[in-house]
């Protein structure tokens, strides 16, 4: 079996170039000592995260093409929350000597059904290829706003509609639900525990473990005239206080039209990891694609639910102890 260590670097690579979704905006691919994109209105939404193993997923959940999926979509819908049309992304894979270069190719995989699937157009045009004792991705996505004003935390307004494009709660439910009947005697994630809780549990799972985005309901967003925009990926009611901290403003949502068929409505609000669009538009405005109304933005600060105050509980925090019970 070849592995990392086994055939190096140049071999690997030459595998999985030919498995990555290529960029229409490429001018410049892989190949290089950097890509050459080509930029239509002169402006470059760039965003990053890293995903590491441990603390952002589990290889004895996540299949490598999951993984894949998920560390495209994470950073997709970044650039969607800023109105703009993601154009391609960067990879840097650390990983053990010993990983089989099938694990590799099949990671490439994911990248590339998620691109093709959610940002038709969008590709990868380099990185970087390094060795560690665990695995851990770190991508850099650009996105192209396509002439549009890219759009800001902070610019909700008393009178907005608050409004959602994409599955809230789910995720969380999917995290939670591995802690709990994912694990060994030991508390220990176990191989096999993912597909073991299929297919009774596919909703939340999926969303867990390759989520889908709806990547381009953000430039539709933008063209409806959104103020206000960011990407669901702490908890529905984190990531609405950041909107309504940056435009000084209150959040107040309606328990009647958050969906809690599937989950709870714990979940619903201090889930993590939907990758959901959270967005606020100016009254009587048509939302656009996906987008469903939950709510208003009022004056004052902070996040209400029905006008009742909503603590700071819950939701993702990678520097918080795990208990089992955030998103």
């Known amino acids: 079996m070849d592995t990392l260590g086994s055939i190096g670097e140049i071999a690997v690579l030459q595998r999985l170039f030919p498995r990555l979704p290529e960029a229409e905006s490429t001018l410049v691919g892989p190949g290089d000592d950097a890509a ?3 930029v239509p209105d002169g402006r470059v939404v760039i965003t990053t995260d890293t995903m590491v193993q441990g603390p952002d997923f589990r290889r ?19 650039v969607a929350a800023m109105g703009a049309r993601p154009t391609a992304l960067l990879v840097a894979l650390i990983a053990p000597a010993d990983t089989p270069v099938t694990d590799l190719e099949e990671l490439a995989d994911g990248f590339r059904e998620a691109c093709n699937a959610l940002a038709p157009g969008c590709g990868v045009v380099g990185g970087d290829l390094s060795v560690a004792d665990s695995l851990t991705l770190a991508i850099t996505a650009f996105g192209s706003l396509d002439g549009r004003p890219p759009v800001l935390r902070s610019g909700a307004r008393p009178g907005d509609v608050v409004a959602v494009s994409g599955a809230l709660g789910l995720a969380g439910a999917g995290i939670r639900l591995l802690f709990e009947r994912g694990v060994d005697a030991e508390g220990e994630p176990s191989s096999g525990a993912a597909a073991a809780l299929r297919p009774e549990f596919d909703a939340v799972l999926d969303a867990q473990l390759a989520p889908r985005s709806p990547i381009g309901d953000g430039a539709l967003a933008a063209d409806a005239g959104a103020t206000a925009m960011l990407d669901v990926s702490d908890g529905l009611v984190l990531d609405a206080r950041r909107i309504a901290r940056a435009s000084g403003v209150r959040i107040d949502f309606r328990s009647a039209d958050l969906d809690t068929d599937v989950v709870a409505l714990e979940r619903v609000l201090h889930g993590g990891e939907d990758h959901a669009l959270l967005a606020t538009f100016p009254s009587g405005v048509r939302l656009p694609g996906g987008f469903r109304a939950i709510g208003s933005v009022v004056d004052g600060d902070g996040v209400t639910l029905d006008g009742e105050v909503l603590d700071n509980r819950g939701g993702w925090d990678p520097y918080a102890d795990w208990d089992g019970a955030s998103g």
């Open 36 to 38: 050459v994109l080509a």
């Open 60 to 78: 004895a959940w996540s299949s490598p093409f999951q993984l894949g999926w998920k560390a495209a979509v994470t950073n997709l819908s970044d």
